[in-house]
């Protein structure tokens, strides 16, 4: 695919080179068709001054030409002989002399520059959306292992720093490795297997709360300053019910696509375990295997690029930890003090929540406070909302840009559109892995850039950059 732009450009040029070649020699037949037709110019006799020669003339009175071949048969001179022999023929009387037409422009000159440019950039682009497009399809054919594959990078990225620790303290490197997957698989195994047990636990309690909430609501919607009517709000739990007994079928079907959402959940698990240990024990002598893919041109630029990429990784995925640990746990406080069943459930969910920037905070704040609204009531939602949004406040003013620092700063108009558009391909998994994404390729991108231009600044510098 890399030799198609050049190939493409070889083969306009050489069009152009002879479209041009043609309108010159078309230009010269017709002015030596139509040459000048002055009298004087085909008058016969010997030439005088610095013309040429006239052919020598022996003694029996024949000159040397009368001998030639040309000179017995004239029909056997070439079509330039025969052009000259026009060209001094005298024009017939009262005609003036046909002028010289102008020879045409080259095609290539008459198309303005800026179009030529728009082309240029034009077809280029093409080559890239096409190149993008076929990339996406294979990608979501193979969608489950590519996410696994990614997520195992974002794991190792957050494991990687105590291997090395461990192996600089002495321990094998396989020795490290595995203690370091049991351990933080073995937490991640005890944090989902917390959240469902808590669930389960107070899934009776909780239906109670919900059900003595909804009837709080509904007394303060009838006494509330939008005049609801008791009419309305028994309609609108009427059309509830017949949309859920209408949807019984699609409900149905959805549960028996359930059990293949858990077995590629399950596969993909798996997926991202095995990718995880191989990473951790193997990663440097896979990143040198991959730099052999790279054509030799480009190499030292990606194998400078790389580490630098990884070190943007690491930081983003540390950072994250840390800031929506900060958040679970002072949200989970507040709403413990207030009283809202489900407490560390809710702020385990928030802590899972906070690797979708943005999004997942909002959506993990407003789980929140539904859950205070109809266990607690409207003023436990209100002063629920209150914290939810102070500890936001400060994420995004205090922590981030301190914990994750500039070396993955990103804008947050680039963080929204990478999250919508990571949703809409590859929905929460999509949504988790596109800031990062567009993190690590900032950094690649701009050590490329200052790669080409000459000496490749380190680390600090484009940190400071």
Known sequence: MSRVPGLLGRLGAGLTEMGARLDERRAEVERESQGPADPADSEAGPSTGDGPPSPAVDGSGRSDAADSPAAADPSDSTPDSKAS?????????GQAPAAAPAALPNPSAAVPW???????????????AGTVWVLMRVISAVQLVVLAFVAALLIT???????????????????ATALTAILGFVVMGLVGWFVVWQVMENID?????????????????????????DKQINEIAKNLRAAIGANTDQIT?????????????LTGILLTMFSTLFLLYDGKRIWE???????????????????????????????TVIVALIDAIFIGLG????????AVPLAVFIFLFSFIPLVGAVASGALAVVVALVTQGVFTAVMTLAVVLAVQ?????ILQPFILGRAVRVHPLAVVLSVAAGGMIAGIGGAVVAVPLVAVTNTVVGYLRSHSGGAAPSVEQAEER
């Open 85 to 93: 022999l026009d060209d001094r023929r005298p024009a017939p009387s």
């Open 114 to 128: 800026g179009v030529r440019v728009a082309a240029e950039a034009g077809w280029r682009l093409l080559v890239l």
């Open 157 to 175: 990225a957050l494991l990687h720093p105590t291997v090395a620790r461990l192996t600089k303290w002495g321990v094998p490197r396989g020795v």
């Open 205 to 229: 309690n909780l239906s109670g709360q919900v059900q003595d909430g909804i009837d709080e609501l509904r007394k303060w919607l009838l006494n509330s300053p939008f005049h609801v009517t």
């Open 253 to 265: 079907s959805t549960g028996l696509e359930g059990v293949t959402v858990i077995v590629e959940a």
């Open 289 to 319: 295997w991959s730099l052999k893919l790279v054509p030799a041109a480009a190499r030292p630029g990606v194998a400078g690029a790389g580490p630098r990429a990884w070190r943007t990784l690491t930081a983003y995925v540390r950072g």
């Open 335 to 342: 709403i413990y003090f207030l009283d809202v069943p489900m």
């Open 393 to 397: 406040q400060i994420e995004g003013h």
